[in-house]
Nanobody, 115 residues
Framework: QVQLVESGGDVGQPGGALRLSCVAPASICRLYAMCWYHQAPGKQRELVAHFTSSERTNYVDSVKGRFTIARDNAKNTLYLQMNSLKPEDTAVYYC?????????WGKGTLVTVSS
């Protein structure tokens, strides 16, 4: 069983910043392409940011230029730096990894953007 643990969700102000973290078991972060999803109230879960097989990063259009995905393999941690927050960023954010066709998810961390 692969356990992913997200943290960092909070209430942020429009224009503000938050940083989410996802701790993974040792070596998972280094060996597999981890990614972030979010699910807004009443909407489907959506891929927000991920690493490609060539180590580049991809983002959904709505967060390009504002969010940055990064990882620290020594700490087995995936990050999502969220800048210039907007109310529409309000969602539960999930860490995800696909290992040999098996999907593993964290329990999510809630981000609320409100003034």
């Amino acid at each position: 069983q692969v356990q992913l643990v997200e943290s960092g969700g909070d209430v942020g102000q429009p224009g503000g910043a938050l940083r989410l973290s996802c701790v993974a078991p040792a070596s998972i972060c280094r060996l597999y392409a981890m990614c972030w999803y979010h699910q807004a109230p009443g909407k489907q879960r959506e891929l927000v940011a991920h690493f490609t097989s060539s180590e580049r990063t991809n983002y959904v259009d709505s967060v390009k230029g504002r969010f940055t995905i990064a990882r620290d393999n020594a700490k087995n941690t995936l990050y999502l730096q969220m800048n210039s927050l907007k109310p529409e960023d309000t969602a539960v954010y999930y860490c995800h990894v696909d290992i040999s066709g098996m999907d593993y998810w964290g329990k999510g961390t809630l981000v609320t953007v409100s003034s």
